[in-house]
C-alpha cells in the first residue's frame, strides 16, 4: 500500500513535468531538454516570492505561477522564435544550452545552498494517514494539483476555442496560419503553460525535500515517461509517468536503490526498440531532424 | 475597383531557382480568375506568393509587388496576410486531420471586425450537417474539398484563391461544388469556379502562365470575340517562343451588387474551352 | 574562386593541391614541432588537452557532421574506453599495449550497441536512444566503482609522465586520426556516409547499403572515442564515473556545432573554442576583478558562460567558426573585389 502511495506521488511529479514536454513537442515540435531547469527555476521563483511575500503564503504561491507563465513566455520570445526555421536538432541543442545557461544563472543568483521555501511560506509538510500507508501534505497536494492541471488542460484543449486552434497548430501549422492563427502567439501559450506546470513541479518537490541543484535530474527523469506514453499525447504522459514511477519505484524497493537513476532509461530504450512513437502517440515519421 | 494587382512577380526558391517570373495580373473586385497552366509553370507558388506563405520553402519575393487593396502584402506574415481577407485553399493538407468538421471551422480565426456565422457554411453544404462530430481525416474526397472551402469561407475573405479545385475529384462532384460555389457567390458574392470549362457564368478570366512567365498586359476592357483556334488556356513546357496568343474571353456586364469575393483558381488539366461563356 | 581547378581524379583525391598549401604544411608541422621547447607549463597543458579532445571531436563529426546520425551519447563512450582501461589496470595490472586495443574492442562493440537503434531510428528518437545508453554506461561504470570500493574513483599509473612527452604522444594521436579519418572520407566509405546523410532512399536505391553505412559509421566513431577515453584515462591517471557527465557529451556536441558541422577543420577549430573557452572565462573575469567574488561559483560562471556562447553560434552563425573563415577567406580571395552574397 505504501508502495503504492509512492508510486501515485512519484507519477504525479513526473506527469507534471512531462505535460511541459508534450505541450511544447505537440505545438511546435520542438523538444524542449530545458525543462528541468526551468522546473528548478520556477522552485526558485517560488523561495524568491515567499521571502517577497513572506506572510502571505497564497500570494506568493500565486506570484510564483504568474512568474513562471512569465518566464515561459519570455523563453519563447528571446531565443526560441529565432530558431523556428532552423532544424529540430538546432532548436533542442539550443534549448539544452539554454538550460545549460539557466542553470548557471541559478547558481549565480541564489547560491548553492540548500532552501527550504515551505518554511519561508510559513506552512510545515505533515504527514497523513490514509490506510495503512503515510503520504505528506505536499504529496497529496502534487497529486492534487496534477489531476486539476491535466483536467484544465482537456478543458481547455477540447473545448475552447483557443484550445482547438492551438491543437491545429501543432498539426498543421501551415494550415492554421492560412486560417489566420497566429502562430507566435499559440508557440508562446504552449511555452508559458508548460514553464507553469513544471514550475508547479518544482515548486511542490522543493516543498517536500528542499531545493537544490539536484532538482535537475528529476527533470531529465521524466523525460521518458513523455516518450513511452508517446510525445504528443496527455494521456500518454499519464500513462507513460505511471509506468516509469510504478518501475522505478518497484525496483528501488527489491532490488537496487541505487537503480532509481537509471531505470527511467532503460524502459525507454525498451519502448524506442518496440514502439518508438510510444504507447499513445501518433505514428509519424520518425526523422524530425 | 482592382482588388488585387501583382505587377512583374518574381519567385525565387533557395536564392537560386527561380521559379516564376515577369507575372502581373488584376483582379477587379467580384471578378473570377483562373489560372491555367501544367505542371511545373508556377500556378501553386504564384497562389503562395499571393497568400504568403513562401517563407518555410526558403522561397521569397525578389521583385515586383502584390498589391492588395492598395496595400503591399508581397514577403508578409501569412496570419497577417489572412486577416487582411485572403485566404487559400491549398491543394495538400487542406483540413486539420484530428480536429472534427465542427472543430475545422471553430479553429478559423476571422477577420477583425467581420462576424460569419458558422451556420452559414452548413447551408452551402448541408452534406456537412451529419457529419460534425466526425474528424476530419474520415471524410471523402469532396467532403473534404467542402470543408476546406468552408473553413476558408468562415475567414470572411474578401479574395479566396483555391489552388486545384477539381484534383481529385470526380466530374459529378465538381459539377456539385460549382453548382454550390455559385451560389455561395449570388447569396454573399462569392465565386469559385475549378475547371475551366466550369468557369462559366459572369465574368471570368483565365490567365495563362507558361514556364513561369506571364507578361505584363494592360487590361482588358474590350470585348473580343473568343478565339476558336488552339488551347487559348494551356501552358505548355516547351521553350521555344510562340507567339502568345491572348485568351480574350467575352465579358458580361459587371453585376450590379459588389460580390464580397473574388478567387483565383489554378488547374492543371489541359482541355479545350467552349468558344462562348 | 581562387583559379585552382582539379582536372583529374588523382587531382581530386589529393588531400594538398598546391605548392603553396604543402610549404605551409610543412611550416605548420615544424611550428607544431618546436611548440613544447617555446611554450609555458599552462600552454603546454592547454595544448595537450586540445589534442586530447580533437579526437573525440574528430570521431564525432565524423558521426554526426558527415554521416548525420545524431549522437548524445559521446560522454558515454568516453567513459567506456577509460573504464575498461582503468578496470584491466585495477583487475589484471595490464600495460598500456593491452588496455588500448581493449578500450578500442570495447568501443567497437559498444558502437554497434548504439548503432542498432539508428536503423531504425532518425533524428529526435535516435538521439534519445544514444542518450539513454549513454546514462545505462555511466550506471554500469558507477556501480562497478561502488562495488569494487573505488568510489572516488580509479586510480592509474600512467606510463608517461612528463608533459613535453605527452604532447608528442598526443600530437601523433591526433594527427593519426585526422589522416584516418581524412583518408575515411574520401573513401567509398566517406562517400556512403555522405549519402545516407544527405537521402537515405536515394541512397539505398544507388546500391549503398543504409544499415551497413550506418553501423560503420557509429563503429568507427565510437572505437575512436573509446581510444580517446583510454588516453584520456593514462593522461589524467585518475577514472570516476561523474567526469562522464551530460555536460561532457554537450561541450563535445558544442564542439562540433561551433566549429562548423560538416568539416574536420571545424571540429579542430571548434575543439580549440571549447577546450580554452574556461581559460578564457578565467581570465576575464580576473581582468574584471571579479575572480575574489566568485571562486566558489566559477563553474557557474563558466555554465551560463558557455551556454550563452552556443546559443550565440546557433542563432547568428548556424554555420559554425569554419562559415567564418571562409568568409575571411573568400573576402581575401577575391581583394579587392567585392563578394556580394545572394540575397
Known amino acids: ?289 | 475597383m482592382i482588388l488585387l494587382k501583382v505587377e512583374k512577380l518574381e519567385v525565387v526558391y533557395h536564392r537560386v531557382i527561380t521559379a516564376v517570373q515577369g507575372i502581373s495580373l488584376e483582379v477587379p473586385q467580384g471578378a473570377i480568375v483562373t489560372l491555367i497552366g501544367n505542371n511545373g509553370a508556377g500556378k501553386t507558388t504564384t497562389l503562395r506568393a499571393l497568400s504568403g506563405f513562401l517563407g518555410l520553402d526558403d522561397a521569397r519575393v525578389t521583385e515586383g509587388a502584390i498589391v492588395y487593396r492598395g496595400e503591399r502584402i508581397e514577403n508578409r506574415a501569412p496570419h497577417r496576410i489572412a486577416r487582411l481577407g485572403v485566404a487559400l485553399v491549398p491543394e495538400r493538407s487542406k483540413v486539420f486531420e484530428s480536429l472534427s468538421v465542427e472543430e475545422n471551422l471553430l479553429a478559423v480565426v476571422p477577420r477583425r471586425a467581420t462576424k460569419f456565422d458558422r451556420e452559414l457554411v452548413y447551408q452551402f453544404f448541408p452534406a456537412l450537417v451529419p457529419l460534425r462530430r466526425r474528424a476530419a481525416g474520415y471524410l471523402s474526397g469532396g467532403e473534404r474539398q467542402m470543408l476546406a472551402i468552408g473553413a476558408a469561407l468562415a475567414c470572411s475573405p474578401e479574395l479566396l484563391l483555391i489552388d486545384e479545385l477539381s484534383q481529385g475529384l470526380s466530374p459529378v462532384l465538381v459539377q456539385e461544388l460549382m453548382e454550390r460555389l455559385k451560389t455561395i457567390r449570388a447569396e454573399s458574392g462569392v465565386y469559385s469556379s475549378g475547371r475551366a470549362e466550369c468557369a462559366g457564368g459572369a465574368r471570368r478570366r483565365r490567365l495563362r502562365l507558361r514556364d513561369g512567365e506571364r507578361p505584363h498586359r494592360a487590361r482588358r476592357h474590350a470585348r473580343a470575340p473568343a478565339r476558336a483556334s488552339g488551347h487559348p488556356g494551356v501552358l505548355s513546357r516547351n521553350r521555344r517562343r510562340r507567339p502568345r496568343k491572348a485568351a480574350q474571353l467575352p465579358r458580361r456586364e459587371a453585376v450590379p451588387q459588389e460580390p464580397a469575393l473574388v478567387w483565383l483558381s489554378s488547374c492543371s488539366s489541359p482541355f479545350r474551352f467552349p468558344s462562348a461563356a | 574562386m581562387s583559379g585552382y581547378y582539379r582536372t583529374r581524379y588523382a587531382e581530386d583525391a589529393a588531400l594538398l593541391d598546391t605548392r603553396t598549401q604543402k610549404a605551409w604544411l610543412a611550416a605548420f608541422v615544424v611550428a607544431l614541432v618546436v611548440y613544447p621547447f617555446l611554450a609555458g607549463v599552462l600552454w603546454l597543458d592547454l595544448a595537450n588537452q586540445v589534442l586530447l579532445a580533437s579526437i573525440g571531436a574528430i570521431a564525432l563529426m565524423l558521426l554526426t557532421g558527415f554521416a548525420g546520425q545524431i549522437s548524445l551519447g559521446h560522454a558515454g563512450l568516453l567513459a567506456a574506453g577509460a573504464f575498461t582501461t582503468g578496470i584491466l589496470f585495477k583487475e589484471l595490472n595490464a600495460p598500456f599495449w593491452v588496455t588500448l586495443p581493449a578500450s578500442a574492442a570495447v568501443g567497437a562493440v559498444l558502437g554497434l550497441l548504439f548503432g542498432l537503434p539508428s536503423l531504425r531510428l532518425r533524428g529526435l528518437y535516435l538521439a534519445v536512444s544514444t542518450l539513454a545508453l549513454h546514462f545505462i554506461v555511466i550506471f554500469a561504470g558507477g556501480e562497478y566503482e561502488t562495488k569494487r570500493g573505488y568510489s572516488t574513483g580509479i586510480v592509474i599509473e600512467s606510463p608517461i609522465a612528463d608533459a613535453r612527452a605527452w604532447y608528442f604522444v598526443l600530437l601523433a594521436a591526433a594527427a593519426a586520426t585526422l589522416l584516418f579519418a581524412l583518408n575515411l572520407l574520401r573513401a567509398r566509405t566517406g562517400r556512403a556516409w555522405r549519402a545516407i546523410h544527405g537521402r537515405e532512399a536515394v541512397a539505398e536505391a544507388l546500391g549503398i547499403s543504409v544499415h551497413r553505412a550506418k553501423l560503420s559509421a557509429f563503429v568507427v566513431s565510437s572505437t575512436l572515442t573509446a581510444l580517446a577515453g583510454c588516453l584520456f584515462a593514462y593522461y589524467r591517471g585518475f577514472v570516476s564515473a561523474e567526469a562522464f557527465s551530460l555536460y561532457l557529451t554537450i561541450q563535445y556536441v558544442a564542439m562540433i556545432i561551433i566549429g562548423g558541422m560538416g568539416s574536420l577543420l571545424g571540429a579542430i577549430l571548434g575543439t580549440v573554442f571549447v577546450v580554452l573557452f574556461p581559460y578564457v572565462i578565467d581570465t576575464a573575469m580576473a581582468g574584471l576583478g571579479l575572480s575574489d567574488r566568485l571562486s566558489s561559483v566559477v563553474f557557474a560562471v563558466n555554465y551560463a558562460a558557455f551556454g550563452l556562447v552556443m546559443i550565440a553560434f546557433l542563432v547568428f552563425e548556424p554555420q559554425g567558426l569554419v562559415g567564418l573563415w571562409r568568409r575571411v577567406r573568400d573576402w581575401l580571395l577575391l581583394w579587392p573585389f567585392k563578394q556580394t552574397p545572394l540575397r
Open chain 1, 1 to 289: 500500500m505504501q508502495l503504492a502511495v509512492n508510486i501515485l506521488v512519484l507519477a504525479s511529479i513526473y506527469a507534471l513535468i512531462c505535460c511541459g514536454y508534450v505541450l511544447i513537442y505537440r505545438v511546435s515540435r520542438v523538444l524542449s531538454l530545458a525543462h528541468g531547469e526551468l522546473m528548478m527555476l520556477g522552485a526558485y521563483g517560488l523561495y524568491a516570492t515567499a521571502s517577497l511575500f513572506s506572510g502571505h503564503p497564497l500570494i506568493a504561491l500565486a506570484a510564483a505561477g504568474a512568474l513562471a507563465l512569465a518566464v515561459g513566455v519570455a523563453v519563447y520570445f528571446a531565443l526560441m522564435w529565432r530558431m523556428t526555421g532552423e532544424s529540430v536538432l538546432a532548436a533542442v541543442l539550443a534549448t539544452i544550452a539554454l538550460g545549460i545557461l539557466l542553470r548557471g544563472a541559478m547558481i549565480l543568483m541564489f547560491g548553492t545552498q540548500t532552501q527550504h521555501p515551505l518554511r519561508d511560506l510559513g506552512w510545515t509538510n505533515g504527514s497523513l494517514e490514509v490506510g495503512a500507508a503515510r503520504i505528506s501534505a505536499v504529496g497529496l497536494a502534487l497529486i492534487l494539483s496534477t489531476a486539476l492541471v491535466y483536467g484544465g488542460l482537456a478543458l481547455f484543449l477540447r473545448a475552447t476555442r483557443w484550445g482547438i486552434r492551438m491543437r491545429a497548430a501543432g498539426q498543421h501549422p501551415l494550415l492554421a496560419a492560412q486560417r489566420g492563427i497566429g502562430l507566435h502567439g499559440i508557440y508562446a501559450l504552449a511555452w508559458g503553460l508548460a514553464t507553469f506546470t513544471g514550475g508547479l513541479a518544482g515548486m511542490l518537490i522543493a516543498c517536500d525535500a528542499g531545493l537544490e541543484s539536484t532538482l535537475v535530474i528529476i527533470g531529465l527523469k521524466a523525460f521518458p515517461a513523455a516518450l513511452v506514453g508517446g510525445l504528443d499525447s496527455l494521456v500518454g504522459a499519464l500513462v507513460g509517468s505511471l509506468v516509469v514511477a510504478a518501475a522505478e519505484v518497484v525496483l528501488i524497493h527489491y532490488v537496487d536503490p541505487l537503480l532509481s537513476d537509471v531505470v527511467p532509461f532503460v524502459i525507454l530504450l525498451a519502448m524506442l526498440v518496440v514502439r518508438p512513437w510510444g504507447l499513445f502517440g501518433t505514428r509519424e515519421e520518425l526523422d524530425r531532424v
